[in-house]
């Protein structure tokens, strides 16, 4: 048995867009602590090199002030960053951490690793490595423990947890927000103080983190209430409520859970044609005051949810969340004489309507890799300039073959066949005479409305455009 020592490593990204299947990682910063938080080793700052097919979002630079030109200049190639990652920060019982990361850093980190020839899911679990999320966790402190810690407010009065307000109103050293190495020293402080404050709740948010932790508590064998914190519940109930398993969720690894402050009579009586009509309704018409949502969600066991029993739920907390657990227990002896978890079953089968992408750069989750391939994998990997124009994987998952390209043209272009670059650069011209019109008039936005201090990094995306772009676009 491998003996290890268990470290976090906190870190953030900052991207040239929101989409991790066509933007990419601009920054990667990271700092290992123990399990006391206390920072072990020196921090990680890296900047990633844009390949000349990204034309990145200009809201997302206006944001960063990370421009393209500074990612040629001092950045790392992503082969080159990847190996950085497995050497200094991939150590064996590390938890890796970040906040909001589960749904954007990691998919981020899935993706780069993809286009890369790793496996993109190992590097959380393997040698003992996990993952976890701070945000869920500041959310559920917030609604059940917020003792000791100062919860700031928006402009509206409104309840918020950005990072850099929660640093401001607990005199928490943030000396640059959305400078990735910034963000997460001032993260390893809020941790630490909430772990100093309400360790009991940290401690077992963390001891839980794991899916087959969460599946014991959400599971529909015997299906219990449980308290759920998510960003899905709304900031006026400080995002928690209490929750039941009703129905298997559509992918594997997950439960529908019915949010139980909602009486299932008004659903109950539905078809599931109607049920499915009221899931499917477009985003415009949801912003309607008449508009009532299905009280459901899909609970992924594997996405650190901050879950925890009802008896958490002291008399403070219930009158903080407007929980009346009378209400919850009545509604859940309609939930059970009902059918409603049957038809939602039926709901969350049957396929969803959206297209599967045709570029090979966003089939991250079409299927996982086999493991012939991965060993064809590591050989890719460990190649050089000159190996890759002479080696030819037979690689029997049909995405390998064309990434394998894009893979050299991005970071080894002398490796490329003539053919080779004839195909690349159909394919970069394509998508850089695509994504130009979308560009152009988001940089006009951002002119408009920016200050004198952004004039640099908008030139610098003029003039980025300009360098890239084919010459008949």
């Known amino acids: 048995m491998q003996h290890f020592t268990p470290t976090f490593f906190f870190y953030d990204l900052e991207t040239s867009g929101f989409d991790p299947k066509s933007q990419r990682i601009m920054q990667f910063a990271g700092q290992r602590t123990n399990l006391d938080l206390t920072p072990v080793g020196e921090p990680v700052n890296l900047l990633v090199s844009l390949t000349d097919e990204v034309l990145p979002d200009p809201s997302a630079i206006m944001v960063t002030g990370i421009t393209p030109q500074k990612t ?5 190639l992503e082969p080159e960053f990847l190996k950085q ?36 899911y190992e590097w959380q679990w393997q040698d003992g490595r996990s993952r976890w999320d701070m945000l869920d966790v500041v959310r559920m402190t917030r609604a059940l423990r917020p003792t000791g810690i100062e919860w700031p407010v928006d402009a509206d009065g409104q309840s918020t947890n950005r990072l850099e307000l929660l640093a401001k109103a607990n005199s928490l050293q943030h000396t ?7 963000d997460v020293q001032v993260l390893i402080d809020l941790a630490r103080l909430i772990k100093t404050k309400q360790p009991k709740l940290f401690d077992y948010l963390y001891s839980n983190r794991a899916k087959s932790n969460v599946a014991k ?23 928690t409520t209490v929750a039941v398993p009703i129905a298997p969720g559509g992918r594997p690894g997950s439960v529908v ?29 949801r912003k309607s005051p008449s508009f009532v949502p299905l009280p459901v969600k899909e609970l992924a066991f594997n996405k650190c949810p901050a879950v925890a029993p009802l008896g958490v739920l002291d008399a ?72 890759l124009s002479s080696i030819n994987p037979e690689f029997t998952d049909k995405r390998l073959k064309e990434l394998l390209l894009r893979y050299k043209a991005r970071n080894y272009p002398k490796s490329l066949s003539s053919a080779d670059q004839s195909q690349w650069d159909m394919y970069r011209n394509e998508r850089l005479k695509s994504s130009l019109p979308g560009y152009v008039r988001e940089l006009a936005k951002q002119a408009a409305v920016q200050g004198t201090d952004k004039q640099f990094a908008l030139e610098e995306l003029r003039l980025w455009a300009e360098s890239i772009m084919p010459a008949d676009a």
């Open 72 to 76: 040629r200049a001092e950045g790392y």
């Open 257 to 285: 859970v019915y949010d139980l402050r909602h009486d299932p009579d008004l659903w109950a009586n539905k078809s599931t044609k109607e049920l499915l009509a009221i899931r499917q309704t477009p985003y415009e018409e």
């Open 85 to 120: 990652l497995y050497d200094q920060v991939l150590t064996p019982g590390t938890t890796i951490l970040g906040f909001n990361s589960v749904r954007f850093d990691d998919e981020f980190m899935r993706y780069t690793l993809y286009r890369n020839f790793y496996d993109p």
């Open 316 to 387: 403070d907390a219930q009158s903080r969340l407007a929980l009346n657990l009378e209400d919850i227990k009545k509604n859940l002896a309609k939930l059970s004489k009902s059918n409603l978890g049957q038809k939602l079953q039926e709901l969350f089968a049957m396929p969803n309507d959206y297209a599967k992408t045709t570029d090979v750069d966003g089939q991250l989750y079409d299927g996982f890799v086999a493991e012939g391939d991965k060993t064809k994998m590591r050989i890719v990997r460990a190649a050089d300039e000159l190996g």
């Open 217 to 239: 508590l959400a599971n529909l064998d015997d299906p219990q209430p449980f308290v759920y914190t998510s960003g899905r519940y709304s900031k006026d109930i400080l995002h």
């Open 176 to 182: 640059s927000a959305h400078d990735a190495l910034s």
